[in-house]
Nanobody, 121 residues
């Protein structure tokens, strides 16, 4: 089994920064694409950032220039650095990863439990 556990959320004032971490544990052969999503109350879950196995990144327009997604492959850990936070960034943030548990197997889709980020004005 594979688990993703997020940490780093909390309450911050507008203009502040937070770094979210997501650690994958269990039987892991490879971690492929990694994504961070968020869901604000009453809204649909939206894709915030994406990083490919080769390191290419993509961001939602609303966070470009403020958020940075990264990965520490040797630690099975993924990060979302969030700077210049705005009240509209308030949401539950989820990490999501495509993880293969053995060589030659098709990666499965795994989700973390979510971490709350609240930005006060």
């Amino acid at each position: 089994q594979v688990q993703l556990v997020e940490s780093g959320g909390g309450l911050v004032q507008a203009g502040g920064s937070l770094r979210l971490s997501c650690v994958a544990s269990g039987t892991i052969f490879s971690i492929n694409a990694i994504r961070w999503y968020r869901q604000a109350p009453g809204k649909q879950r939206e894709l915030v950032a994406h990083i490919t196995p080769g390191g290419s990144t993509n961001y939602a327009d609303s966070v470009k220039g403020r958020f940075t997604i990264s990965r520490a492959t040797t630690k099975n850990t993924m990060y979302l650095q969030m700077n210049s936070l705005k009240p509209e960034d308030t949401a539950v943030y989820y990490c999501n990863a495509d993880i293969a548990q053995a060589r030659g197997t098709i990666p499965d889709d795994y989700w973390g439990q979510g971490t709350q980020v609240t930005v006060s004005s």
